[in-house]
Structures are given as C-alpha cells and as structure tokens.
C-alpha cells in the first residue's frame, strides 16, 4: 500500500472514532525504521482500544498490514506497528508526559552520538 494511502486511510480511521488532536510527523530524516509517526488521543482506555482496533481493521480491509501492536491491555498508550506507519494511540496524560511530537519533531535537537568505541 502507498504511503499516502496508508496514512490517510488511519486518519480517516482515527477521525472515525472522534480521536483528538491527531498530529502526523514526517521522520523519514531521523531513521530508516518507519516513514511517518501518527500521535493521537483519546479519552479513556476503551476510546483508546477501539481506535486502535479500528486503524486495524480499516488497513487490512485495503489490503495493508498490521505488524503489531502493544498496550492494549492496559490501554492507556497503544502502539499499532504498519510498517511504513507506527501510530501511537495515547490518553492526554500519558501523551503529555512523553511529548512525544517533541522528540519527533523536525525542530527537536539531533541525538547525541557516542565516539566510536565508547561505552554503552
């Protein structure tokens, strides 16, 4: 599936069940892992699972696939792994702590890298 497929079709998934504050970082220039992060919330850990099961069901109904997820036990941040696309589902508070449009962002400060041979 195309990117822009695939990102506007967990969009729309998220829009669907009334996710808030959906943001869509290019990362392409910060790794080679995945192109795009999606960071949205909800406002409890039902909301949470169910917008996690919709992205779900919406790509693989268009023929895309879904690598995995993680969290939904306890629902509070869910990660759903599309390859080319990692969506973090997230309540407010959670979302907050973690910041993680900050980290991803294109105005956040490049990591730092270790010397070669130094010690982890």
Do not use: C
């Amino acid at each position: 599936m195309r990117l822009d497929r695939l990102v506007k079709a967990t969009v729309d998934a998220l829009e669907d069940i009334k996710g808030r504050d959906i943001v869509v970082l290019d990362v392409r220039r910060m790794t080679a892992l995945f192109d795009k992060v999606i960071v949205v919330s909800g406002d409890s850990t039902r909301q949470n699972k169910a917008l996690a099961n919709h992205v779900q069901e919406k790509v693989k109904a268009l023929g895309g696939e879904v690598y995995g997820v993680e969290g939904v036990d306890p629902g509070e941040w869910v990660l759903v792994d599309l390859g080319a696309v990692v969506v973090h589902v997230m309540q407010p508070t959670i979302r907050a702590h973690y910041n993680l449009e900050e980290l991803w962002s294109k105005e956040a400060a490049p990591p730092k890298r270790r010397a070669a041979g130094g010690a982890r």
